[in-house]
Each structure stands twice: as structure tokens, then as C-alpha cells.
């Protein structure tokens, strides 16, 4: 998904849990109007969409990336910030990565050439 793919209506969620309602063409240009992530209603401010990059992601801060978009799926939930009654169109894939104590001495001992028993580990 890229921002060039948003259109009017459309519930960005992002990684902070703040919410916006995605608005095209409007006075004031293209903006997300929103709410913080404990309401289910609009409040007072709005952000250009300038400030979030092609790729959805803030270019200052990853609190302010994007990583979900939801959509009304009848006439009845359109413009509500309310997740519960959108559906889930996009969502960012977030690598995890799980590694033991001692599957990351042999990473670190194979990536600086050394026998894993000279890695040394300080707390």
C-alpha cells in the first residue's frame, strides 16, 4: 500500500494508536482528520498528509507510521473512527526476529571470524 492508494473515508490507524479519518481534496489540501487511540470520536485536530511519505512512514518519527488501514465495507460505518466496525484493508508486516543467548554468540563469532567461546558478552 502506498499513500497514493488512500482515498477519502479511509481509517488509518498508526503504530502511536492514534487514528484518523483519510480526507482528499479539501480546503486545506489533502489531511487526516483524528483522534487519539482511546476515542472512537473525531476531535479537533488535523494533520496535512505531507507529512507522512510514499511508503506511509513518518520521515521523522516511526510513532507516526502508518500500520493499518481500514475501509467501510456498508453505508453505515463510513466516517466512523471506530475499528471495530471497519474492515482491515492493510496492515504493516513487522519482522520478528527470535534468536537464543547462544544463536547470537555463533552470529557474532561467524561475522568477526572468531571461535564462538572468544565472544564475550557484558551486561
Known sequence: MQKKDLKSGMVIVLRNGERGLVLLNTSRGDIVGGCDGASKEFDTTWTSLNSIQK????????????IEIYNSDNNYSFGTLDIDELKLIWER???????????IIDEI???HNVPAENVKIKK
Open 93 to 103: 508486516e513487522s519482522k520478528i526476529v527470535e534468536l537464543t543467548i547462544d544463536e
Open 109 to 111: 563469532a561467524e561475522k
Open 55 to 66: 511508503n506511509l512512514k513518518h520521515p521523522d518519527d516511526k510513532d507516526y507510521d502508518v
